[in-house]
C-alpha cells in the first residue's frame, strides 16, 4: 500500500507518524466499534488530531480499512507460509506439529479478528479490492498445501491437490470465524483443535499419524 497523503505528496516523518497513528486507531476501534458506526470524527478525535488532518492522509473509514487490511495480508501470508514450511506430516512428531499449524493459525485470525470481520464482510458484499486482499492473504498457504498434497504422492486420494488444498483452508477459515460458536457448544478447545489437525493431517497426506 502506499504512503502517500490524498494528494499525492510524501509525508514527511511526522506526517507518516500522524498516518500510523490514523490506522492503528482504526485498528483498536474496530475492537470495539460495529464497523458501520466507525466515524472519521472518532478516530481523529482518538488519535488526537482533526477530522481535516484523517481526510490529508484517506479518503473515508473505507480507504483506512483497505491500508490495514493490505498491511495484515502481507504480514499474514507470511507468517502462515513459514507456519506451513515448518510442519512436519509424517512421523511420530507429524501429529503434534499439525496441531501446531493449526494453532497457529487460529492465533493468527484471532488476533485480528475486528479486521477480519469487516473483511468478510465487504467480500460477502462484493467489494472487489477487500476480497482481492482476503485472496491474497491465503494464496501462498493455500498453494503450499497443494503443493504438499501433490508431493505426498496423492496418497489422500485426491483427484485435484489443489481442489483438497482449497477445502482444508476452507476448513481452518471456517472454524476460526465460528470458535465463538464451539465455545458456546461446551467444545473444549484441544478437542476442537485436535479434531481439525486429524482432518487436515487426512486430506493433505491420506494418513493421521496420533
Known sequence: MSARAVDGRVPGRRGLATRRRLLECTRTMLGSTSYRD??????????????????????????????LAGEMATEGATRLSELLANTTWAGEEAGDSVRGLVIGFLQF????????SVIDLLAAEGEGQVRATRADLL???????????????NRS?????????????TMLVNVAIQREMFEASKIPADDLIDSVARLLQAAVTGTVDA
Open 38 to 67: 466507525l466515524k472519521v470524527v472518532d478516530i481523529a478525535r482518538e488519535a488526537g488530531t482533526s477530522p481535516a488532518t484523517f481526510y490529508q492522509y484517506f479518503t473515508d473509514v473505507d480507504a483506512a480499512i483497505a491500508e
Open 157 to 169: 486420494g485426491a483427484t485435484s491437490p489443489w481442489a483438497m488444498a482449497s477445502v482444508a483452508v
Open 109 to 116: 485470525w484471532e488476533a485480528n479478528r475486528p479486521l477480519m
Open 139 to 153: 494464496a501462498t498457504f493455500s498453494t503450499g498445501l497443494a503443493d504438499r498434497v501433490r508431493s505426498d504422492g
